[in-house]
């Protein structure tokens, strides 16, 4: 069984910066692409960043494309989002979740598997 835990939000004042972590349990993780989702009250579930397996592809909407970066550390199986120049209506749960085996960056929501349980990202004006 899969788990995905993250953990680093909270609240940041506009223009400030949160760093997020998933850690995953297993002994699969370096096998997946992974990536990053957003969702806000009364939104869709959007995706925020992918990752390919290896780590050497991303893929950003263009929405947080230089501000976001998302990164992993296969060793300690666990995934990061960096997040800067936050806007308040970024204010979300953000959850991570496992893409496809031997993956690319997957943009697609349906190409996800599990998800972790979330944490809730606050930025206020």
């Known amino acids: 069984q899969v788990q995905l835990v993250e953990s680093g939000g909270g609240l940041v004042q506009a223009g400030g910066s949160l760093r997020l972590s998933c850690a995953a349990s297993g002994r699969t993780f370096s096998s997946y692409a992974m990536g990053w989702f957003r969702q806000a009250p009364g939104k869709e579930r959007e995706i925020v960043a992918a990752i390919s397996w290896r780590g050497g592809t991303t893929y950003y909407p263009d929405s947080v494309k230089d501000r976001f970066t998302i990164s992993r550390d296969n060793a300690k199986n666990t995934m990061y989002l960096q997040m800067n120049s936050l806007k308040p209506e970024e204010a979300a749960v953000y959850y991570c979740?496992?893409?496809?085996?031997?993956?690319?960056?997957?943009?697609?929501?349906?190409?996800?598997?599990?998800w972790g349980r979330g944490t809730q990202v606050t930025v206020s004006s």
């Open positions: 979740a496992r893409g496809p085996k031997f993956g690319i960056a997957a943009m697609a929501r349906s190409e996800y598997d599990y």
